[in-house]
T-cell receptor
Framework: GAVVSQHPSWVICKSGTSVKIECRSL??????MFWYRQFPKQSLMLMAT???????TYEQGVEKDKFLINHASLTLSTLTVTSAHPEDSSFYIC????WGTGELFFGEGSRLTVL | GENVEQHPSTLSVQEGDSAVIKCTYS??????FPWYKQELGKGPQLIID?????GEKKDQRIAVTLNKTAKHFSLHITETQPEDSAVYFC??????????FGTGTSLTVIP
């Protein structure tokens, strides 16, 4: 199946700093990518839909200014957690639908810990 | 919008036994139902899927069944092995190509 790569796999940062997470579709183009947040032992919570060349669509309750999403090319979407605080610590996962198939493929996830 | 429910939330089976996880959905327009396996600290991995024009699909020890009338679909794992231990999520793709996920089932295979 298609491969979605996410980087970094884990990151620790100080409170108040910003962290960028990258999501790449390695062998296919993705005009849309999805960003999720997952708390321990819980399901995936959709945060936003990233659209290539246009603004992201955020789910209700997700702060646009805190979670900046950029989808500058057909293979790369980035999520920047700005002015991170300990409550932003979580597992962030991206996904992309396969070209033409509609199947959804996930990245490996990024564990963010804010001290 | 679509609502996907998944049961059970936890499941323990003896190695070699079968495991069944069930999901229901609400939107009759949903047409694609994937299953994902998530190991600790990793992203979900697609293990099998089924489309609305098919009633059953099998891939070695894994099978998925779909009942469109009742709006439910199930994952069947036969001859379970310890490496099958993980969290499994069902999903439904609704109108607008958005995916809706179940709440997950933590499967433990006891050696």
């Amino acid at each position: 199946g298609a491969v979605v790569s996410q980087h970094p796999s884990w990151v620790i940062c100080k409170s108040g700093t910003s962290v960028k997470i990258e999501c790449r579709s390695l062998d296919f183009q993705a005009t849309t990518m999805f960003w999720y947040r997952q708390f321990p032992k819980q399901s995936l919570m959709l945060m936003a839909t990233s659209n290539e060349g246009s603004k992201a669509t955020y789910e209700q309750g997700v702060e646009k200014d805190k979670f900046l999403i950029n989808h500058a090319s057909l293979t790369l979407s980035t999520l920047t957690v700005t002015s991170a605080h300990p409550e932003d610590s979580s597992f962030y996962i991206c996904s992309a639908p396969g070209w033409g198939t509609g199947e959804l493929f996930f990245g490996e996830g990024s564990r963010l810990t804010v001290l | 919008g679509e609502n996907v429910e998944q049961h059970p939330s936890t499941l323990s089976v003896q190695e070699g036994d079968s495991a069944v996880i069930k999901c229901t959905y609400s939107d009759s327009a949903s047409n694609y139902f994937p299953w994902y396996k998530q190991e600790l600290g990793k992203g979900p991995q697609l293990i099998i899927d089924i489309r609305s024009n098919v009633g059953e699909k099998k891939d070695q020890r894994i099978a998925v069944t779909l009942n469109k009338t009742a709006k439910h679909f199930s994952l069947h794992i036969t001859e379970t092995q310890p490496e099958d231990s993980a969290v499994y999520f069902c999903a439904a793709r609704g109108t607008g190509n958005q995916f809706y996920f179940g709440t997950g089932t933590s499967l433990t295979v006891i050696p």
